[in-house]
């Protein structure tokens, strides 16, 4: 499922893309977690003015790496990502996908690297 779009999207929306691995077997889990998104967490995002997130999978030899995007619609991103994070329903859920994926070399538990825009076409 999918965070439902706004009708229009500000013109001084923010993108940003991060990516994490996948710990080895946990996909099918990873899948079920996220084709039930529960609605307090769709409700945190949206309040956070975060849309059209969306998390893509990468299957390879080196294993299996997820690759997160957003549309973010804010005035203060800090503020916003402080309201997340007080939204226990969020941090219970982020709990349960943490859990599930593994850092790349020297990052911290949950820790998705954030990636750099190199191109963008409209």
């Known amino acids: 499922m999918t965070l439902p779009l706004p009708k229009t999207v500000p013109p001084t929306t923010m993108r940003l893309a991060q990516c994490i691995r996948l710990k080895p077997g946990a996909l099918a889990e990873y899948r079920a977690l996220h ?3 529960w609605p307090e967490v769709r409700a945190a995002l949206s309040a956070a003015h975060i849309h059209r997130y ?3 999978l ?3 030899e ?3 790496t997820l690759f997160a995007t957003l549309d973010y619609s804010g005035q203060d991103w800090e503020a916003d990502q402080v309201r997340l994070a ?3 329903r969020l941090r219970e859920w982020a709990d349960l996908a943490s859990a599930l994926q ?3 070399p020297q990052g911290a538990p ?3 690297r954030t ?3 190199v191109f963008f076409h409209v």
């Open 86 to 88: 007080a939204a226990p």
């Open 35 to 37: 084709d039930a998104v």
């Open 54 to 56: 969306s998390i893509s």
């Open 110 to 112: 949950g820790e998705w």
């Open 62 to 64: 080196r294993g299996d």
């Open 115 to 117: 990636l750099t825009e």
């Open 102 to 104: 593994e850092p790349w």
């Open 58 to 60: 990468l299957q390879d």
